[in-house]
């Protein structure tokens, strides 16, 4: 299975911030990536695919970048309801696989 | 839209059999598209099970092969889980949602499994 893994996972950041994710595959993995946010005591919403698209309804201060084994999700001027877990799953053949999620708190 | 609910029993016992229930409301599940399990362990983990497809046609984790099975129901649109000789191990969140090009766009809220004596 292709491993995915996820920095920082904690993130501490005030309303207005920028912040990074990153999540790294453990082959190459193209383009192949989505990005979700979950919110405690929720599902987990798409908000990226393939690894830049923004899914339906999501903010254009949210942006995804990367391919091959590194990519990256860049939250600009944070609000505060964009704090919670965000994960990476790859969709490069089965199985799919997720990192182990990174929580972003307001500081 | 589409919505999707899971429902089941929240307690099951070790060695026993964990069945649950995805209905779908909103789009006819032998219409497209791939219906799928996926599970979150306590710490967050989240793990992909299997799916059965539009047309009837299953995929699963390797790592549970052996013990799963997706089936369906479709004058009731519904698919669900069945898996077998569960352990405390299997402990989760057990969510049904639907992709095709990979990705998860939607999901259900999600149903609390314990498997504990």
């Known amino acids: 299975d292709i491993q995915m893994t996820q920095s920082p996972a904690s993130l501490s950041a005030s309303v207005g911030e920028t912040v990074t994710i990153t999540c790294r595959a453990s082959?190459?993995?193209?383009?192949?990536l989505a990005w979700y946010q979950q919110k405690q005591g929720k599902s987990p919403q798409l908000l990226v695919y393939n690894a830049k698209t923004l899914a339906e309804g999501v903010p254009s201060r949210f942006s995804g970048s990367g391919s091959g084994t590194q990519f990256s999700l860049k939250i600009n001027s944070l609000q505060p309801e964009d704090f919670g877990s965000y994960y990476c799953?790859?969709?490069?053949?089965?199985?799919?696989?997720f990192g182990g999620g990174t929580k972003l708190e307001i500081k | 839209d589409v919505q999707l609910q899971e429902s089941g029993p929240g307690l099951v016992k070790p060695s026993q059999s964990l069945s649950l229930t995805c209905s779908v409301t909103g789009y006819s599940i032998t219409s497209g598209y791939y219906w799928n399990w996926i599970r979150q362990f306590p710490g967050n983990k989240l793990e992909w099970m299997g799916y059965i497809s539009y047309d009837g046609s299953n995929n699963y984790n390797p790592s549970l092969k052996n013990r799963i099975s997706i089936t369906r129901d479709t004058s009731k649109n519904q698919f669900f889980l069945k898996l077998n000789s569960v352990t405390t191990e299997d402990t989760a969140t057990y969510y049904c949602?639907?992709?095709?090009?990979?990705?998860?766009?939607?999901w259900g809220q999600g149903t609390l499994v314990t498997v504990s004596a």
């Open positions: 799953q790859h969709h490069y053949g089965t199985p799919p696989t």
């Open positions: 949602a639907r992709n095709w090009d990979g990705w998860f766009a939607y």
């Open positions: 082959e190459n993995i193209y383009s192949y």
